[in-house]
């Protein structure tokens, strides 16, 4: 290691259990089984409800096969899980939750189903398996959401953390490629921000690295050939990576401005995230040569790595700009108040012109200027 090796620190490893590779169809009985649960219920977003049929059927299937007394059933699929968990969608399925009976869940999908299943977590303490489909990472992280008039609240919560997540690549080569893109780009925006969070240690910064190396390596794969296993997995892998980071450290002002923007103005969540970064690490940058280093390492060699992602963002075929998604630009004044008053940590500090700078950027697709 250099000479910039901290002297100490921190690393908090969050438990839980992880199968990668396998399909995921296979191996769920297993897990329920070693989890000793009985009765679980699966939930999805309304697009995957024939996924979740399918899982369904594969726990019904496997009762009594791995034999002892855990061998667990399904309950039922709940398919209502929509972006950033509106409150009233949590509360319905929680209702739903207690009627069937059921003594765990299984989340199949992107970060809506498992935020469901973390909604859930908190309030009744049922122990969730989570299958991702997409590259959110939600699954690595203590951090709930939900969404109530408009305003997302967030907390951190160790109840909600998943007991086991199952990474099967296959599952993933039918999410579209421009999902693909933007989702990797969120996963992205986890290991940027790790990199340069007040608690970030050698640990999180080897996987942030290691991650957006992955997911830059692959991304241009799963464009080339979307079912292709060889770059899913590695594009899957990198999501791992990245989500672990922002399980074990703080967010900066990047994931503070993408609340917002999604909680206030309901912007998709992967894209949102994809056209912000490049800005917010441009703006960063001067101040976090460190992880300028790791980044550049990562992204194969550049005194800009702000500009690669946004370059790699425009190449992928990504958005790029605030303004596509239907953002009004008469918001941005308020978008910028609302981050500017809300507490966060950030390696430099951020003016409420400074933040409306960036979204200005954001909302006009700019190439980022540091
Ligand atoms: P998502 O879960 O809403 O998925 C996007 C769409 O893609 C959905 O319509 C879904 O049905 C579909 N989809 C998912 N996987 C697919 C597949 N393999 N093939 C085809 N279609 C597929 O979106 P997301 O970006 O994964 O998650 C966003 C949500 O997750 C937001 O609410 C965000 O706040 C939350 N999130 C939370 C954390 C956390 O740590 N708490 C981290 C990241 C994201």
Request: net charge negative; with cysteine.
């Given at each position: 290691m250099t000479n910039q090796f901290p002297q100490a620190f921190t690393y908090q490893a969050l438990p839980m259990r992880v199968r990668f590779g396998e399909p995921a169809f296979d191996v769920i009985a297993e897990e329920l089984s070693h989890l000793g649960l009985r009765k679980v219920v699966v939930l999805c977003s309304p697009g995957r409800v024939e996924l979740g049929q399918l899982l369904a059927g594969a726990i019904r299937n496997t009762v009594g096969t791995s034999g002892g007394d855990s061998d667990a059933t399904c309950a039922g699929v709940?398919?209502?899980?929509?972006?950033?968990?509106?409150?009233?969608?949590?509360?319905?399925?929680?209702?739903?939750?207690?009627?069937?009976?059921?003594?765990?869940?299984?989340?199949?999908?992107?970060?809506?189903?498992?935020?469901?299943?973390?909604?859930?977590?908190?309030?009744?303490?049922?122990?969730?398996?989570?299958?991702?489909?997409?590259?959110?990472?939600?699954?690595?992280?203590?951090?709930?959401?939900?969404?109530t008039d408009g305003k997302k609240t967030t907390g951190r919560d160790e109840s909600v953390l998943l007991k086991s997540v199952i990474y099967d690549p296959a599952l993933t080569s039918g999410l579209p490629v421009a999902t693909s893109v933007t989702s990797g780009f969120n996963a992205m925006a986890h290991a940027v921000e790790a990199l340069y969070a007040p608690d970030a240690s050698p640990?999180?910064?080897?996987?942030?690295?290691?991650?957006?190396?992955?997911?830059?390596?692959?991304?241009?794969?799963?464009?080339?050939?979307?079912?292709?296993?060889?770059?899913?997995?590695?594009?899957?892998?990198?999501a791992w990576l990245c989500g672990a980071c922002m399980g074990s450290t703080t967010m900066s002002l990047h994931h503070k401005i993408c609340h917002a923007l999604g909680g206030t103005l309901?912007?998709?969540?992967?894209?949102?995230?994809?056209?912000?970064?490049?800005?917010?690490?441009?703006?960063?940058?001067?101040?976090?040569?460190?992880?300028?280093?790791?980044?550049?390492?990562?992204?194969?060699?550049?005194?800009?790595?702000?500009?690669?992602?946004?370059?790699?963002?425009?190449?992928?075929?990504?958005?790029?700009?605030?303004?596509?998604?239907?953002?009004?630009?008469?918001?941005?004044?308020s978008i910028a108040k609302q981050v500017h008053s809300g507490t966060y940590g950030n390696p430099r500090e951020a003016s409420e012109e400074d933040i409306t700078r960036i979204l200005n950027a954001a909302w006009a697709g700019e190439s980022p200027a540091i």
């Open positions: 709940i398919a209502k899980a929509v972006m950033h968990v509106p409150r009233e969608v949590a509360e319905e399925t929680i209702a739903e939750v207690k009627r069937l009976g059921a003594d765990g869940c299984v989340s199949i999908g992107g970060g809506s189903a498992i935020g469901l299943g973390k909604a859930i977590a908190l309030e009744l303490g049922l122990p969730t398996v989570a299958i991702p489909t997409t590259y959110a990472g939600s699954e690595m992280t203590t951090m709930w959401g939900m969404t640990i999180t910064s080897l996987m942030a690295e290691e991650g957006v190396r992955a997911l830059t390596a692959a991304l241009p794969g799963v464009v080339d050939n979307p079912e292709g296993l060889t770059a899913r997995s590695e594009a899957l892998y990198g309901n912007l998709p969540h992967a894209e949102t995230h994809t056209m912000v970064l490049p800005h917010v690490l441009a703006f960063n940058q001067p101040a976090v040569p460190t992880a300028v280093g790791a980044l550049s390492r990562a992204l194969g060699g550049t005194k800009n790595p702000a500009k690669r992602l946004w370059e790699l963002a425009h190449k992928l075929g990504a958005p790029m700009s605030l303004q596509e998604l239907g953002m009004d630009r008469g918001d941005i004044p």
